[in-house]
T-cell receptor, first 112, second 116 residues
């Protein structure tokens, strides 16, 4: 069974700061997801990674398969980025929602 | 293009009542997953269904919980004789096929169940 650890658990930063959220897992995987959840809201998929790096707007996600580690970066952070960011891993290369194990999430607050 | 639709968004039940949570997957998706998010805890897998079949229910409590995904209509997660500890957010996700293509995970808005 995979153990997924996220750090930090809570993060408060000022608008404009560069944000990094980390995710480590214990067992080899085929796909890793970064998800976003606003308070009381649904879950939105930000990225699915199996190797390397992906970028979408101000968000960048990287993964190091050998070190079993992924990072989510937010550049030029904004108060609307305030949310819980969740890392989830899957043993299946097809991605999707198959076999996901989730971290507990990082609570991010961006202050104006 | 409607995403995963869950209803109701909020559900209040008294102890001992039944709760029925519905999930309509993304059009064309034949795989449905239910997850539970307890307060201050991460998401936990409950059950994986395909049309008319339960594929993996290893995360489902042994009693009072059941799930179905009929040939027609939404997937239903049913909780009988609810207790306060069932209060949580229940999320549904869907996928087109297992392990066949790179795809993001599609989640619904969740149903927040409160047992009073």
């Amino acid at each position: 069974k995979n153990e997924v650890e996220q750090s930090p658990q809570n993060l408060t930063a000022q608008e404009g700061e560069f944000i990094t959220i980390n995710c480590s897992y214990s067992v080899g995987i085929s796909a890793l997801h970064w998800l976003q959840q606003h308070p009381g809201g649904g879950i939105v998929s930000l990225f699915m990674l199996s190797s390397g790096k992906k970028k979408h707007g101000r968000l960048i996600a990287t993964i190091n398969i050998q070190e079993k580690h992924s990072s989510l970066h937010i550049t030029a952070s904004h108060p609307r980025d305030s949310a819980v960011y969740i890392c989830a891993v899957s043993p299946y290369s097809g991605g999707g929602a198959d076999g996901l194990t989730f971290g507990k999430g990082t609570h991010l607050i961006i202050q104006p | 293009n409607a995403g995963v639709m869950q209803n109701p968004r909020h559900l209040v039940r008294r102890r001992g009542q039944e709760a029925r949570l519905r999930c309509s997957p993304v059009k064309g998706h034949s795989h449905v997953y239910w997850y539970r998010q307890l307060p201050e805890e991460g998401l936990k897998f409950m059950v994986y269904l395909q049309k008319e079949n339960i594929i993996d229910e290893s995360g489902m409590p042994k009693e009072r919980f059941s799930a179905e995904f009929p040939k027609e209509g939404p997937s239903i997660l049913r909780i009988q004789q609810v207790v306060r500890g069932d209060s949580a957010a229940y999320f549904c996700a869907s996928s087109p096929r297992q392990g066949k293509m790179n795809t993001e995970a599609f989640f619904g808005q969740g149903t927040r169940l409160t047992v009073v």
